[in-house]
């Protein structure tokens, strides 16, 4: 982060410095990825929310956590990204519809809680807890896929 903050001075090294600030982002544990998200943040903010490396790197690092860890980690990453300016959280809410061909939709669509809408912290758990009744029953030997059905 440091480094990054710093790299006005070298821009040449704003690239490389984001590609490695994302690699050790995405060695990290789930329950510490945020926490290490909110120093890298705090300490490069500006630098990594008009760098669209640090977008697509953070897309792939959440992408690549399976629901559990997901679930550990969302608390986290929510605290990060909450600490960021409206406007900067806007820009990589833009930056993340990009990578995803959804430019279509506002960039509300991420920023924004609707009313009525349940937190993604619930969903998470939702989602795990779903997942878990999945895999125990079919341990039990019962599946949900309807095409395997005899």
Excluded at 45 to 70: H, I, Y
Excluded at 87 to 93: F, I, S, V
Aim: net charge negative; aromatic share 4%.
């Amino acid at each position: 982060g440091a480094t990054l903050s710093l790299a006005h001075r070298v821009p040449q090294a704003t690239q490389a410095g984001v590609a490695d600030a994302m690699q050790l982002l995405h060695a990290m544990p789930a329950p510490v990825l945020g926490d290490a998200l909110t120093g890298l943040l705090a300490l490069a903010r500006e630098t990594l929310s008009s760098e669209p490396a640090f977008a697509a790197g953070m897309d792939r690092t959440v992408q690549a956590l399976d629901n559990a860890d997901f679930v550990r980690a969302m608390p986290s990453l929510r605290a990060a990204f909450a600490w960021l300016p409206p406007q900067e959280r806007g820009r990589l809410a833009d930056q993340v519809l990009a990578l995803h061909d959804a430019t279509h939709l506002s960039r509300r669509a991420l920023t924004a809680r609707h009313e009525g809408e349940a937190a993604p912290e619930a969903l998470a758990a939702a989602r795990a807890a779903e997942d878990a009744a999945i895999a125990r029953l079919a341990g039990w030997g019962l599946s949900l896929d309807t095409e395997e059905q005899p």
